[in-house]
């Protein structure tokens, strides 16, 4: 597809999601996910108490089809299979003794279904109602029905209770999202004084979506790119999950994510870059794993923490190849230093400090009291003229108070007794000192060094090149992302500058090992 028709498809959509949102407070994120999980032939489950507007986004997303016939129903545990799938057919039973049922204006033939309270229905229901979501199949008696439902809407003021037979059911809603009560003031001042009539279809036909348009952007929504940044994101997520699923007990619940919904996910997120006008996957859109992945709302901050994180800190790293380019300026560090640096060592003497802050002289025993002087004043002193020191005992009693200076000899100090001067060597003790002596490498090394260090830096640029002057498409119009809040676009921007600050850091490096044996 071109770039203007996916442009045009991203105007469109933006303008539908406009329409369907006028007049809705704090119901703009449900409304976006639900036309996204239609578009991408998913379903979504509306966790919330009475009145926060489930209903309201279904009836409203039905509005989104130009051609589509919708179904609603509120579930109670009397509900029948008649009143969802159709009453059997008694013309049918008659004439051709076949049990089935007139599915026109019941669920099977229609688009768009909204099933409220979803967890009150029998096992019956729920039984028919799985191969629905499995298959797009419904058994009308003894043959299979192909149904063409596009979206599927729940929801409950409560999570599925724990049971084997209703665990493969929640596990078919891909996007499951919580809604509470209006937060912000003003938006309720405005929502209870506003007096249009919110169930109204008051959107232009032009921007609705006709179902044989759906059936055309199915195959262009699955020929959507996954980059590797995008992969290696969800791989770190997938990573995480287990990670947490394997601690001895996990805070909020063990989180459990079968392979079928990290297909579906990767769907949604093709879908998600389809309707925002793009031919990849983003970074942005992997946000949107955040309502695919719980089944506790305890664990809703645990898995927005993973996903972010993932993206903060290895989003376009991978992109970049950073890992590898990491790896290659190392090896050549090692390899350069083993190659040009080479370690002497050198054997030498050092004066040896006692009790931590004296110096011992020697041979002193005859000429006068005190055999410490302190380092700390050993080192005052000059060659000439001579300064006045204190000399100690072993046991760190003042003994004397002499005039004294250094010698000329290493580690011997002149000290003046009755006008007599006394040369006297300080204790030591045998030292090594490591050398680095620097040398020269082979002619044949060193052109092997250039072309490597010009191959990686080649790469550095044209990453950087690509990073700061012609950022990735995503960056572009990243807080334009119809379905992601575009406060979220700060955590990708973070990883990238993060990548370009590495990169740079790397470009450093090499120019220093290339300094290191040049000037060797």
């Not at 009291?369 to 003042?398: M, S």
């Not at 005039?403 to 300080?426: G, W, Y």
Request: with cysteine; glycine share 4%.
């Amino acid at each position: 597809m071109n770039t203007a028709t996916m442009q045009e498809i991203r105007t469109r959509t933006a303008t539908l999601l406009e329409g369907l949102t006028d007049g809705l407070y704090e119901r703009e994120g449900a409304v976006r996910l639900a036309l996204l999980s239609a578009v991408a032939g998913e379903s979504i489950f509306l966790l919330g108490p009475p009145g926060v507007g489930k209903s309201l986004i279904a009836r409203r997303l039905k509005y989104a089809f130009l051609d589509g016939t919708s179904f609603e129903y509120l579930m109670t545990r009397f509900s029948t299979p008649d009143e969802i799938f159709g009453p059997v057919s008694i013309k049918m039973l008659k004439e051709q003794d076949s049990y089935q049922r007139l599915t026109d204006k019941y669920l099977p033939g229609a688009n768009v279904i909204f099933l409220d309270e979803i967890w009150k229905a029998g096992p019956s229901i729920q039984n028919a109602l799985l191969t629905i979501l499995n298959e797009k199949m419904y058994r009308n008696g003894g043959e299979d029905m192909k149904v063409n439902i596009q979206a599927i809407i729940t929801a409950s003021n409560e999570l599925p209770p724990r049971s084997e037979q209703l665990a493969p059911i929640w596990d078919r809603f891909l996007i499951r999202l919580e809604l509470t009560g209006i937060r912000e003031y003003r938006n309720f001042i405005d929502m209870i004084t506003d007096t249009r009539d919110v169930y109204k279809d008051a959107l232009d036909e032009g921007c609705k979506i006709r179902l044989g348009e759906l059936r055309e952007w199915s195959p262009q929504i699955d020929q959507v790119k996954v980059p590797p940044e995008v992969l290696n994101t969800i791989q770190l997520v997938k990573s995480g999950i287990d990670r947490y699923n394997e601690s001895p007990n996990p805070a909020a619940g063990r989180i459990p994510v079968f392979d079928r919904r990290w297909k579906k996910i990767v769907r949604l997120l093709r879908t998600s870059a389809f309707l925002n006008g793009r031919e990849s996957v983003d970074l942005m859109d992997c946000f949107l794993m955040v309502h695919c992945l719980w089944s506790e709302t305890g664990q809703i901050e645990v898995v927005r923490e993973m996903v972010s994180e993932a993206i903060r800190k290895h989003g376009y790293s991978v992109a970049s190849h950073l890992h590898m380019l990491r790896a290659e300026v190392r090896e050549l560090e090692e390899e350069v230093e083993n190659e040009v640096k080479v370690k002497h060592i050198r054997a030498g003497e050092e004066l040896l400090l006692v009790h931590e802050e004296y110096y011992r002289l020697l041979k002193n025993e005859e000429k006068f009291e005190g055999c410490l002087i302190p380092a700390r004043q050993f080192h005052g002193l000059q060659i000439d003229p001579p300064e006045v020191v204190n000399l100690y005992d072993e046991q760190q009693v003042l003994r004397n108070r002499l005039q004294a200076c250094k010698h000329s000899r290493q580690h011997h100090v002149d000290v003046f007794h009755n006008s007599v001067k006394h040369t006297i060597p300080l204790e030591t003790h045998a030292t090594e000192h490591t050398e680095i002596i620097f040398r020269k490498p082979h002619l044949l090394v060193e052109q092997h060094w250039d072309e490597r260090i010009a191959q990686v830096r080649k790469a550095i640029s044209q990453h950087l090149e690509r990073l700061r002057t012609d950022p990735p498409a995503q960056i572009k119009g990243l807080k334009e992302n119809i379905f992601v809040p575009e406060e979220l676009a700060d955590i990708v921007v973070a990883n990238l500058r993060e990548v370009i600050d590495a990169l740079l850091n790397l470009q450093l490096r090499l120019d220093k090992v290339e300094h290191l044996y040049k000037n060797a």
